[in-house]
């Protein structure tokens, strides 16, 4: 069964410090691979996204994710983090079939709290 | 940009009651989703809807049901509400149906549903 594991559910880390936040999937070939973030009372919003090429993917808010197939793993990364960045955040896969109507399944979430 | 509105932020109802929630979007997105999202176990698909008319259930149907009579506007209702229904509610859509799921989904800023 497809499934996405983010083993952490919460998170604390000081302004400045890197973070990384693991998300790891079981599906039956290579998914298209999402990163989104919930700001308090807020819908999600698209970090990132995988589906081919290079495995190291860029997004907005300097955030990046690294797919490692022999891990099935798709972890985010962000270099120094902002007390802005204060969020849950979510990982999500999505079918590589046609016509698979854009359906996501969706992790357990990672709540990011930040220190000054 | 893409606007995915919802019709209540807040909304508190009694048990036994029968309650709809709106969904709207502005970009003439083929499929529309709507998700509950409860702490620790992220976001669940209830149903969704691929064309006017046309619906599937997700993976929660039960105690859902769902209306699409205009492809901007999705609606989730609760036929009997009940107390184990108080959540956090998502509502979003995804472009063109008949590709693959890399599009993403935007989603609205969600309805606080409390039943009493």
């Known amino acids: 069964a497809q499934s996405v594991t983010q083993p952490d559910i919460h998170i604390t880390v000081s302004e400045g410090a890197s973070l990384e936040l693991r998300c790891n999937y079981s599906?039956?070939?290579?998914?298209?691979l999402f990163w989104y973030v919930q700001s308090p009372g807020q819908g999600l919003q698209l970090l990132l996204k995988y589906f081919s090429g290079d495995t190291l993917v860029q997004g907005i808010k300097g955030f990046e994710a690294e797919f490692k197939r022999s891990q099935s793993s798709f972890n985010l990364r962000k270099p120094s983090v902002h007390w802005s960045d204060a969020a849950e955040y979510f990982c999500?896969?999505?079918?590589?079939?046609?016509?698979?109507?854009?359906?996501?399944?969706f992790g357990q979430g990672t709540e990011l709290s930040v220190k000054p | 940009d893409v606007k995915v509105t919802q019709s209540s932020r807040y909304l508190v109802k009694r048990t036994g009651e029968k309650v709809f929630l709106e969904c709207v979007q502005d970009?003439?997105?083929?499929?529309m989703f709507w998700y509950r999202q409860d702490p620790g176990l992220g976001l669940r698909l209830i149903y969704f809807s691929y064309d006017v008319k046309m619906k599937e259930k997700g993976d929660i149907p039960e105690g859902y049901s769902v209306s699409r009579e205009k492809k901007e506007r999705f609606s989730l209702i609760l036929e009997s509400a009940s107390t184990n229904q108080t959540s956090m509610y998502l509502c979003a859509s995804i472009e063109d149906r008949r590709r693959y799921s890399y599009n993403e989904q935007f989603f609205g800023p969600g309805t606080r549903l409390t039943v009493l």
């Open positions: 999500a896969v999505g079918g590589t079939r046609y016509n698979q109507g854009g359906k996501l399944i």
């Open positions: 599906y039956g070939a290579t998914p298209y």
């Open positions: 970009m003439d997105h083929e499929n």
